[in-house]
């Protein structure tokens, strides 16, 4: 009897030893570094189980053993669901930390930048070509509808759904903006508040000068003052579809569109692109100016004027420039396929 119980405690010590070094060795192989050479980006489908989550990474070569994966995930003391997404893997990371990764949800964050002053049809195609979204676009979307900004999305992400970020963005920050609105604006509501930003932002490239052109188009609405901008024009021979790449012609100037405010007294109809934050605020909140009139200084800015007297001195002076300017790149040898005589360009008429 004694000799029996002998060999059961010694198969039981021999099962715990081999348990033990097995548990030792499955422990290693999980801390273990990984294949992976370089940080990888891994996308792991919609309803992907384990084994086809293993074939995926093993295929990215993140792991080495298929079935490795799937034995971590079983004996995972704490499981989590993974989600479905764009993970990044560092190099040489462990089937452990791999593991955590991926139960982590914290899948990777893509950017599109949309610029400030573009146009709806403009930023319409740049989401349509934005790789990792998916759907067509098939939202109503307007001209100043969209934020300019920076927007963060995952892959799979729709278009659609962008889209409708973009637009609550900027249905939030016009709402901020005219809750905020100096006293006394001639504006009647919010969307003219949209529609002066968005000239505004076609006007200056310049955050110092946008508070400035906001106040000339506030003082010549106050006046009932034509608006005389290039921009709205151009808005109107275009409809902000296509590039316009030359100078105003007269016959644009005496054109029926109502974005001419050459010919139509107040604000055109519409916005003319979508202006950015600072826009917004500067048509909301104008500079305490009396100008009426402001013209390119020749360097980068504007020229700003109370009496038309000092403005037709602006408007030499930048004809002057201009004129210089013509004449030294006359002076120079053309650069190979480009004209010798470059056409000069038509001083701003505010």
Same mark, same amino acid.
């Given at each position: 009897? !004694?000799? @029996? ?23 290693? !192989? /999980? ?52 989600? *479905? ?12 930390? /791999? ?55 995952? %892959? ?32 009647? +509501? ?55 790449? %030359? ?12 974005? +001419? ?26 500079? %305490?100016?009396?100008?009426? @009139?402001?013209? *390119? ?14 403005? +037709? ?12 300017? /013509? ?24």
């Amino acid at each position: 009897m !004694l000799s @029996y119980f002998r060999w059961v405690l010694f198969f039981i010590a021999l099962f715990a030893t081999l348990m033990g070094g097995a548990l030792y060795i499955g422990h290693t !192989l /999980l801390v273990a570094e990984g294949p992976l050479q370089a940080t990888k980006t891994v996308v792991i489908p919609r309803g992907a189980g384990p084994a086809t989550m293993a074939k995926v990474l093993q295929e990215e070569g993140v792991i080495a053993h298929a079935r490795l994966f799937r034995i971590a995930l079983m004996i995972d003391p704490a499981p989590k669901p993974i989600k *479905a997404g764009e993970y990044e893997i560092p190099a040489r990371t462990s089937m452990e930390a /791999l593991v955590d990764i991926l139960q982590s949800g914290k899948v990777v964050q893509r950017r599109l930048t949309v610029p400030e002053g573009v146009t709806t049809a403009e930023v319409l195609e740049l989401v349509r070509k934005t790789e990792a979204l998916t759907g067509e676009i098939t939202l109503d979307v307007k001209e100043g509808d969209l934020l300019p900004e920076t927007y963060f999305y995952s %892959r799979d992400d729709t278009r659609d759904g962008l889209l409708s970020r973009m637009k609550e963005a900027m249905e939030k920050t016009l709402d901020a903006a005219w809750r905020k609105r100096a006293p006394g604006l001639p504006l009647a +509501n919010r969307r003219e508040a949209l529609v002066l930003a968005s000239i505004v932002e076609k006007e200056t490239a310049l955050p110092a000068e946008r508070a400035r052109v906001a106040a000339v188009y506030i003082n010549r609405l106050r006046r009932r003052m034509k608006l005389e901008s290039d921009p709205t024009t151009i808005y109107g021979l275009t409809g902000g579809k296509t590039p316009f790449n %030359r100078e105003l012609t007269r016959a644009d100037l005496q054109s029926t569109s109502p974005y +001419n405010t050459y010919v139509v007294t107040g604000l055109p109809p519409g916005p003319i692109c979508n202006p950015g934050r600072a826009s917004i605020v500067a048509a909301t909140n104008p500079a %305490r100016d009396r100008s009426i @009139y402001f013209v *390119a200084d020749g360097q980068g800015g504007h020229a700003f004027a109370l009496t038309l007297p000092e403005h +037709n001195r602006n408007v030499a002076r930048w004809r002057e420039i201009q004129r210089e300017r /013509l004449e030294q790149s006359q002076s120079q040898p053309p650069t190979p396929g480009q004209p010798a005589s470059p056409p000069a360009a038509v001083p701003s008429r505010q």
